[in-house]
């Protein structure tokens, strides 16, 4: 078994203090950004969002204060992540502190010596319980459950403010779900977690995002009997594409969309199909462009503000959101910054495909795609995964560090 097999499967040493510290940030982390997605925050405030991500910011730099094995390799990579904050901060009107793709890079490099296993039982433990009080509080009045009618459809919010935060936090449990377990997921478990997507996206009418997460239940059958059978090494060829989904989502959607023409019959339909997906974000493009570290590019959307409306004043009363992930990043966070995570995220499933863990290969592939038409996966509490940059990328970088220095 080779170190980065070893790195990201067998460090199964008990907790220290290090790791308390960072379960006690994350979950910090966790409970504040589910309270403000949520009716929590709207009908009982209760809490200000920006000073629990400063409480968490401090708990990790205490964590960070405790000894390391290599002073040297932990002001490198600090060093690189800080200077990505900085770009972060002067292109984004200095509002660091609520932009996701800090605390991708803050929690990639606080998590760099914390074993994924545990990240990923942690997020589905606590994650379940907090989904599970939002929808139940928002069933039974504690907390209002919004209701959207329009268009020939019906919407829940289920406790949160948007319709779709309840499918994609649940693809994500459910994804955490069948790595955790891989093949020994009974199938009972698949059917189980299959029905839940279904009852949900018959209440919130999330269509897309329901839709990708039934393929990566499909998926998770597909791979359970073939190892039942066969080997479980990945396929070279389709294991190699997978490795590459990122980078071909991303091409195809910013591609799509600049191509797109209205004046053309089959592309009108598909843009149709898709909510306007590619006319919003060919027409963000044209206004906006893309700077190489971006931009705080102001957006509405279907999203409903802190007192629990929907709010266009911002854009004078125009939708313009822009739902594909790829082109948020690069107009948002710009190309520096997106291409590096783009490359850190083909490398780490790459990796996973040398390591033949093909549910991460699966579930990574899905996720791209699931990237082409909606930015939530772009957070860490909807999306996990974002966090095995550390396991397959930061941690074969240290363990490098420490064999050169001992020769």
Same mark, same amino acid.
């Given at each position: ?6 790195? %990201? #499967? ?7 203090? $290090?790791?308390? &510290? +960072?379960?006690? /940030?994350?979950? !910090?982390? =966790? ?8 009716? %929590? #925050? ?7 969002? $920006?000073?629990? &991500? +400063?409480?968490? /910011?401090?708990? !990790?730099? =205490? ?21 990505? &904050? ?322």
């Amino acid at each position: 078994m080779n170190n980065q097999t070893a790195a %990201f #499967q067998l460090r199964t040493r008990r907790w220290t203090q $290090k790791d308390f &510290l +960072f379960f006690l /940030a994350y979950g !910090l982390y =966790l409970i504040g950004s589910v309270w403000d997605i949520s009716f %929590f #925050q709207i009908q009982y405030g209760g809490i200000a969002y $920006k000073w629990v &991500l +400063f409480a968490v /910011a401090v708990i !990790l730099i =205490l964590k960070e204060c405790f000894p390391v094995d290599d002073i040297r390799r932990s002001v490198i990579v600090g060093a690189v992540t800080f200077a990505c &904050l900085a770009a972060v901060f002067l292109s984004h009107n200095h509002d660091l502190i609520l932009n996701p793709v800090t605390w991708i890079m803050i929690f990639v490099f606080t998590a760099r010596d914390v074993e994924f296993r545990k990240i990923a039982d942690f997020t589905l433990k606590l994650g379940s319980l907090l989904f599970i009080i939002t929808v139940v509080c928002s069933g039974i009045g504690i907390i209002r459950n919004y209701v959207e009618i329009g268009g020939g459809r019906t919407r829940h919010y289920l406790g949160f403010k948007y319709a779709l935060y309840p499918s994609v936090f649940l693809s994500n449990l459910t994804a955490l779900a069948i790595w955790l377990k891989k093949d020994q997921m009974p199938w009972r478990g698949l059917i189980a977690f299959a029905v839940l997507n279904l009852l949900i996206f018959s209440l919130t009418d999330a269509r897309l995002a329901v839709m990708l997460c039934l393929l990566m239940i499909f998926g998770a059958a597909a791979l359970k009997w073939r190892h039942a059978r066969k080997s479980k090494k990945a396929p070279k060829r389709h294991g190699r594409m997978l490795a590459f989904a990122f980078v071909f989502c991303m091409i195809l959607s910013v591609g799509a969309t600049l191509a797109y023409s209205n004046n053309v019959p089959w592309q009108s339909k598909l843009n149709l199909k898709l909510g306007h997906r590619l006319e919003l974000g060919q027409n963000s493009l044209q206004e906006h462009g893309v700077r190489p570290f971006g931009e705080a590019i102001i957006m509405s959307g279907n999203a409903l503000n802190d007192k629990g409306h929907r709010d266009l004043s911002k854009t004078h009363g125009v939708y313009n959101y822009v739902d594909c992930m790829y082109i948020q990043m690069f107009q948002n966070f710009g190309w520096v910054l997106t291409t590096l995570l783009i490359a850190l995220m083909t490398l780490a499933l790459y990796r996973a495909y040398q390591n033949g863990d093909t549910y991460l290969l699966m579930i990574g592939g899905i996720l791209a795609l699931h990237g082409t038409i909606d930015d939530l996966i772009l957070n860490i509490y909807q999306n996990t995964f974002w966090l095995i940059l550390s396991p397959l990328v930061i941690w074969p970088l240290v363990e490098k560090a420490r064999q050169a220095r001992r020769k």
